[in-house]
């Protein structure tokens, strides 16, 4: 069966008018039950008092004589004549010895079951249904020495009744399709209108595109559900933005870094060709032409390394690693480097830890923001290391006295080929160093944090769980 697909405002209205109908429905049902008891309650009232007074009036005088004039004697006993009443009076033995049929019916029929109970002493309401109109009836013995002498029975139409109850009805269901109907309308145009900014973000989202990421849902400061809606939409649009930005300059960054070695190998190379050469000088060819082709691929396994890792497709191999061992490791392995740079490489206090985790990669990234402090540090310099714990972290602090990063730079430092000082740009790496240790750290459930001011140098402090 397919599925009807209604437009939200119908759906709201529909639930609605449906809720409300149940509620309707049901309160007037309890109402008509109620008032359908109550009357039949006031009915019964009225029918058995008449029994009563008959049975007492009948108890205290022993006169049979009066059913002669049965009419006069019930005007005497009632103070009127009862009008849309059936009475009679029925012997013990079952013979009617008087009656008063005000009705419009010729014959009430009377049920062998309801005298059998009610010479048993019983009292006995029924509703006669095969009379009409139909009869709401008392059968009630008259006792004498607690022995039955005689029966009186007391019927009133329920003629009244039934049209009080018609008309009750008629009332409840005209009100409540008049409800139902109004609440619809009403609904309609409430639910219509409530949901008009939902058109407005709709009609504003296909306008937006990855040309125009500049746009903005405005629905004119709503601070309700909708407006948050749109506040989240926006939000969304600005880190798509953002996202394409990253995106586009990524691109630009890879050709760019792709372009430079590729270039510098075709000069090379048309320059060997251009006229016979020496061995000598074919040897320092192929060496400058080796040297960009493994850049190159060292920036291709970088790429495709952080690719696998936004992937999840790398592993670690985790195990028991003494970071003290590893700190003084990567120090000692930085220290020649440092000093063709002029830095000095300084070990300060070590924590004695050992912590879980994948020994070359943590290796790498250590490798990656010392090797990163030494390239932008200044002649006589150094390169600080250090480690401590702290609310159940290891804290690795890499500080140097170099150039420093302002604070426009410093949020993207971790972005893929981005350089604070684009004048180095050749002899500072691929610029995926940075990259890569945020992930390493990340991996390990831990964080890279930077505090750098330009000519103060840079404090770069790693944390990773113990």
């Avoid at 006069?72 to 009617?96: A, C, M, T, W």
């Avoid at 019927?155 to 009100?175: A, C, N, V, Y």
């Avoid at 953002?242 to 070695?261: A, G």
Wanted: aromatic share 6%; glycine share 6%.
């Amino acid at each position: 069966m397919k599925k009807l697909n209604l437009p939200i405002k119908w759906k709201l209205t529909l639930w609605y008018g449906g809720i409300l109908a149940l509620i309707l429905v049901t309160f007037s049902s309890g109402v008509y039950i109620y008032f359908q008891s109550s009357l039949q309650k006031s009915i019964d009232a009225k029918i058995k008092s008449i029994a009563e007074v008959l049975s007492s009036s009948m108890t205290e005088t022993h006169n049979q004589s009066l059913f002669g004039n049965f009419e006069r004697y019930l005007e005497n006993v009632l103070g009127k004549k009862p009008k849309g009443k059936f009475i009679q009076i029925i012997d013990s033995s079952g013979k009617i010895g008087a009656k008063l049929n005000d009705l419009e019916a010729e014959a009430v029929p009377v049920s062998f079951l309801t005298l059998e109970r009610a010479l048993k002493g019983e009292t006995v309401y029924e509703t006669i249904e095969t009379a009409r109109p139909r009869l709401r009836m008392i059968t009630m013995p008259i006792l004498e020495n607690k022995k039955v002498i005689s029966i009186v029975q007391v019927g009133s139409s329920m003629e009244d009744f039934e049209e009080t109850m018609k008309r009750l009805l008629i009332i409840m269901i005209i009100s409540i399709i008049t409800a139902i109907s109004a609440t619809i309308i009403v609904g309609y145009f409430m639910a219509k209108k409530t949901m008009k900014p939902v058109d407005q973000i709709r009609r504003a989202a296909v306008k937006i595109s990855s040309s125009n990421l500049d746009e903005r849902i405005d629905i004119k400061g709503r601070k309700d559900e909708l407006g948050r809606l749109a506040e989240t939409f926006n939000a969304m649009i600005a880190r798509l933005k953002d996202s394409f930005q990253r995106i586009n300059q990524f691109s630009i960054d890879v050709s760019h870094e792709l372009k430079t070695p590729l270039t510098i190998l075709k000069g090379e190379t048309e320059l060997a060709l251009r006229k016979e050469r020496t061995n000598e000088e074919y040897k320092r060819s192929m060496e400058s032409n080796l040297e960009e082709i493994d850049r190159m691929s060292n920036i291709i396994d970088d790429l495709l390394l952080l690719s696998k890792a936004e992937t999840k497709d790398i592993r670690l191999n985790l195990g028991r690693v003494d970071l003290r061992d590893l700190l003084a490791d990567v120090c000692m392995n930085m220290k020649l480097f440092a000093e063709n740079k002029g830095v000095e490489m300084v070990v300060r206090d070590l924590e004695d830890v050992r912590i879980t985790g994948d020994e070359l990669k943590l290796r790498r990234m250590i490798t990656n923001i010392v090797e990163n402090g030494i390239k932008y540090g200044r002649g006589g310099g150094q390169v600080a290391v250090s480690s401590y714990l702290q609310n159940g972290y290891v804290c690795i602090d890499i500080k140097d006295d170099g150039v420093g990063i302002s604070g426009d730079d410093i949020k993207y430092i971790f972005d893929r080929f981005y350089r604070a000082d684009r004048s180095r740009k050749r002899e500072s790496g691929s610029g995926l160093g940075l990259s890569i240790s945020k992930w390493i750290a990340e991996a390990h459930k831990g964080t890279i944090e930077v505090k750098s001011k330009l000519s103060s140098g840079s404090l770069f402090t790693v944390k990773l769980p113990i």
